[in-house]
């Protein structure tokens, strides 16, 4: 497989838990009746201006994995 298929599969997977979470964020908001949900993501800082969808699927990536 080539870098570019494993570099879509992995961009489509994280695309896909990031639905995931946002399905169960509002799940939550609508169960619990609150007007908004805080939550504590790590801040990932980009390195280059290209880079904002690495950054953004690592801070998720990272929320996913830490410790609840």
């Given amino acids: 497989m080539s870098d ?3 570099t879509v599969l992995a961009c489509h997977a994280v ?3 990031i639905h995931s ?3 169960e964020l509002i799940f939550f908001v609508e169960m619990t009746g609150l007007d908004q949900v805080m939550i504590t993501v790590p801040h990932v800082l980009q390195r ?3 880079d ?3 950054a953004c699927s690592q ?3 990272r929320f ?4 609840q």
């Avoid at 996913?64 to 410790?67: D, E, K, L, N, R």
């Fill in 4 to 6: 570019a298929a494993i």
């Fill in 15 to 17: 695309g896909t838990l």
């Fill in 21 to 23: 979470l946002l399905w």
């Fill in 48 to 50: 280059f201006r290209w």
């Fill in 52 to 54: 904002c969808g690495l």
């Fill in 59 to 61: 801070m998720v990536l």
């Fill in 64 to 67: 996913v994995a830490a410790p």
